[in-house]
Nanobody, 129 residues
Framework: QVQLVESGGGLVQAGGSLRLSCAAS????????MGWFRQAPGKEREFVAA????????YYADSVKGRFTISRDNAKNTVYLQMNSQKPEDTDVYYC??????????????????????WGQGTQVTVSS
């Protein structure tokens, strides 16, 4: 059973930084692409960032490009989301998600909700103005 546990959320002022972590267990972490999504109450889940199994390719939503960085440490079974220059509109619950099978590499695949079969409980990020 795949388990994903996010941590690192909290309250930050606009312009500040947070780093989210997601610890994975239950299968060979290094074989699968990983992503971060976010969701506000009453809204659909929104793609934020994704990274291929090797870390060789990374994709970002236009709204976070240049401010957020996704990375992974396959030795630690952990994926990270470094969030800099945060804005009030970044306020959301952030979810770590794991691809359902190996082999996903393209931007279209990794930015699609349907690629991911597993997600964590979410971590709240609040950016005050």
């Amino acid at each position: 059973q795949v388990q994903l546990v996010e941590s690192g959320g909290g309250l930050v002022q606009a312009g500040g930084s947070l780093r989210l972590s997601c610890a994975a267990s239950g299968r060979t972490f290094s074989r699968y692409a990983m992503g971060w999504f976010r969701q506000a109450p009453g809204k659909e889940r929104e793609f934020v960032a994704a990274i291929t199994w090797s870390g060789g390719s990374r994709y970002y939503a236009d709204s976070v490009k240049g401010r957020f960085t996704i990375s992974r440490d396959n030795a630690k079974n952990t994926v990270y989301l470094q969030m800099n220059s945060q804005k009030p509109e970044d306020t959301d619950v952030y979810y770590c998600e794991a691809a359902g099978r190996p082999g996903y590499n393209s931007a279209e695949q990794l930015m699609g909700v349907g690629t991911y079969d597993y997600w964590g409980q979410g971590t709240q990020v609040t950016v005050s103005s």
